[in-house]
């Protein structure tokens, strides 16, 4: 985690440093600074340093991790990371679902009262799969 934190400040430093000279660029080019790109850079750079500024805090507070060490083996890591389902489509419904209501907010309203639809019934078939059928407890 250090090092995922001091990334992330890095990141803050370059996308400053980026967002002043797009700002300079800008006032060379037109005469006038262009406010949304040089804004929306800022927030980048805010951004970044909001979550490096967790990840260094948090590496503080417990210590390093296997993934700190270059010499660690992968043996030394965390093995059990959850419950993995390998055959569901579930997933799949999801983000289907979600991305007929993102096209329901481009084309049509009646789209995304569609899509609500579709999420609520795939996310209760996600949820509920080991529920029923082969998989049931």
Sequence with gaps: MKLDGKLFLWGMVFYAFIAVVYGWWTIADDGKIDWIG???????????FLVGFYL?????????LPEDDGNADIEEADPDYGFFSPHSWWPLAVGGSVAIIAFGFVFAAW????????VLFSVWGFVFEYYRGDHAH
């Design 38 to 48: 040089t804004t929306v850079l800022l927030f980048t750079a805010f951004l970044s």
């Design 56 to 64: 260094t805090f948090t590496a503080r507070r417990i210590g390093s």
């Design 111 to 118: 789209l995304v009262a569609f899509g609500v639809a579709a």
